[in-house]
């Protein structure tokens, strides 16, 4: 509609903070998502952050991202507790990846093997084009040197604003908080 195609156009074309809010059911979930691929797409050097403070969102926008599948395995990566929810979005899961890892590599040495999983969480972050992490997981180790040029906040309604602050990077040159009109 409309709508979504001007704040993807905001999106591709400025710098600064944008707000997109709407009532439930108008389409901010694939606003998000189409934001993201797009903007992955156009700028191949650049990473996407989603994030928000509950996992329900982010695996929502993870899910319609999936299902509309124009990114190459290994270009978007969950950050967070492996899920039952997930199901069959498993594979996209920074711990599953890493747990196939530690059994690939439990019979090195300790210090081979610490070095080996290391450079294998290191690869998997360079690799991703598009994280997906709780706004609590962007302060953790895992991401504190990640930079997300652009940072798209699901259900910013329920956002306390230093939780966003966190998800911030000096790189970051885009925010696009999405939520309900509340």
Not at 1 to 18: D, F, H, T
Not at 56 to 66: F, P, S, T, Y
Not at 73 to 79: E, F, H, K, S, Y
């Amino acid at each position: 509609n409309p709508g979504q195609q001007e704040v993807l156009r905001a999106v591709m074309s400025m710098v600064g903070i944008l707000l997109n809010r709407g009532p439930y059911g108008c389409g901010k979930t694939a606003v998000i998502a189409f934001c993201a691929l797009v903007y992955a797409l156009n700028h191949p050097d650049k990473k996407v952050l989603i994030t928000s403070e509950t996992n329900a969102a982010i695996d929502e926008d993870l899910d319609r991202m999936i299902r509309i599948g124009w990114m190459p395995p290994g270009t978007i990566l969950r950050v967070g507790e492996l899920k039952d929810r997930m199901g069959d979005h498993n594979e996209y899961y920074l711990t599953a990846k890493m747990k196939k890892k530690e059994q690939e590599v439990a019979s090195w040495g300790k210090a081979r093997r610490h070095r080996a999983l290391v450079d294998y969480k290191q690869s998997l972050l360079s690799k991703a084009r598009i994280v997906v992490a709780t706004l609590a997981q962007t302060s953790r180790d895992v991401l504190k040197d990640v930079g997300f040029h652009l940072v798209i906040n699901d259900e910013s309604g329920q956002t306390f604003e230093n939780s966003l602050l966190q998800a911030l990077r000096p790189v970051t040159r885009i925010l696009l908080n999405v939520g309900d009109e509340r």
